[in-house]
């Protein structure tokens, strides 16, 4: 039983995890067409959040730096 619940919260979590994800990625596409930035701002939001659920999810990480990159915060998103 233990091992269903523990199965099921992972699965809870994965969901959260790419919830986020493609939040912040959709958000970082559509900042092309932001002039002031605030969509890279929100994108970078949720992109921490999918780290936050799962640091051990590369993608998540990777969708962060991709966003710090184009928020022209390259140092930061060489880091990653």
């Known amino acids: 039983c233990s091992h269903a619940r523990e199965t099921g919260s992972n699965l809870s979590k994965k969901r959260v995890e790419k919830a986020w994800?493609?939040?912040?990625?959709?958000?970082?596409?559509?900042?092309?067409?932001?002039?002031?930035?605030?969509?890279?701002?929100?994108?970078?939001k949720c992109c921490n959040n999918a780290v936050k659920v799962n640091p051990e999810f590369s993608c998540s990480h990777a969708s962060r730096g991709y966003t710090l990159n184009k928020m022209g915060r390259y140092d930061e998103a060489l880091k990653i």
């Open 21 to 44: 994800l493609i939040e912040g990625l959709s958000l970082a596409e559509k900042s092309e067409k932001d002039e002031k930035g605030d969509n890279l701002i929100e994108a970078l």
